[in-house]
Every structure is written in structure tokens, then in C-alpha cells.
């Protein structure tokens, strides 16, 4: 049994969608500094500490497998993601299974 569920983070946007295959995921869009624990007005430093990928959408399973991740600066920039990524499950453009990680995360 997982210590963690995914399904315990605070998320902007979240929805289960079934793709093409029948397959349901979880579609998400959340804000790294909106999380338990983080102030409700974060400082500048940490702001830009995050500005490279604040916000992400993700994609995972019901069993809590993470299977796409990618952060963004903006808001609107991840909102509009999030809605693609949406469609791109439903309508088969996007397959989840596939997994997709950042490339960016240091060593």
C-alpha cells in the first residue's frame, strides 16, 4: 500500500478522463507554491526560485503512476496546456501510456 496518494495534492484543475482505449487517467494542473505548508503569499525568492516551472500539468493512473510531467512559468501558459492535454486524451492524439518526464531536472 502507497504512503502517498497522488489524489492528496491541491490541485487548480484536475479531471478523470478515459482515453480512446477506455483507459480513465487523472488530467491535472497544479501550483508548486499552493501546496499544505507553503504561505498563502509566497516570497519573491521563492517566486523566482520556481518562475522556470511553478505551475505543471500532469497526467497519471488510477494506481497514482505518474506519466507525464511539465512545468511552466505562467499560468495561462499551464492553464492552456492543461486543456490540450485534455482533448489530446480524450481524442486519442495523446497517448498517457507513453510516459514523458521533464528533461530539465538536475542530477
Same mark, same amino acid.
Given at each position: ?24 487517467? =487523472?488530467? !491535472? @494542473?497544479?501550483?508548486?507554491? #499552493?501546496?499544505?505548508?507553503? %504561505? ?22 488510477? =494506481?497514482? !503512476? @505518474?506519466?507525464?510531467?511539465? #512545468?511552466?512559468?505562467?499560468? %495561462? ?22 510516459p514523458v518526464f521533464r528533461q530539465d531536472l538536475e542530477d
Amino acid at each position: 500500500m502507497p504512503l502517498w496518494s497522488m489524489d492528496e495534492w491541491q490541485f487548480l484543475e484536475r479531471e478523470v478522463v478515459t482515453d480512446s482505449k477506455g483507459v480513465q487517467w =487523472t488530467v !491535472a @494542473l497544479m501550483d508548486v507554491l #499552493g501546496q499544505v505548508g507553503d %504561505p498563502d503569499m509566497p516570497s519573491k525568492l521563492l517566486e523566482l526560485q520556481y518562475s522556470a516551472g511553478r505551475y505543471f500539468t500532469l497526467i497519471y493512473s488510477a =494506481t497514482g !503512476a @505518474l506519466q507525464r510531467e511539465r #512545468g511552466y512559468s505562467t499560468l %495561462p501558459e499551464a492553464t492552456n496546456a492543461y486543456a490540450d492535454m485534455l482533448v489530446g486524451v480524450i481524442d486519442g492524439s495523446l497517448n498517457p501510456s507513453q510516459p514523458v518526464f521533464r528533461q530539465d531536472l538536475e542530477d
